[in-house]
């Protein structure tokens, strides 16, 4: 790993690796596929938070 500043040119971009990384791991993930996106406790807007002390 390079000494110093982190530079723009030295990071990775998600757009461009996103589909390389998909492509590595397709197949990998069995559970992925099971999974289902639970939305029931999803907030709504000036919905408040309240934690018991």
């Given at each position: 790993?390079?000494?110093?500043?982190?530079?723009?040119?030295?990071?990775?971009?998600?757009?461009?690796?996103?589909?390389?990384?998909?492509?590595?791991?397709?197949?990998?993930?069995?559970l992925g596929t099971?999974?289902?996106?639970?939305?029931?406790?999803?907030?709504?807007?000036?919905?408040?938070?309240?934690?018991?002390?």
């Open positions: 790993m390079p000494a110093g500043k982190t530079t723009a040119a030295q990071m990775t971009v998600p757009d461009i690796c996103a589909d390389v990384a998909q492509a590595k791991f397709k197949g990998a993930l069995i099971l999974a289902i996106d639970d939305d029931t406790l999803e907030g709504k807007p000036n919905d408040s938070v309240n934690f018991p002390k």
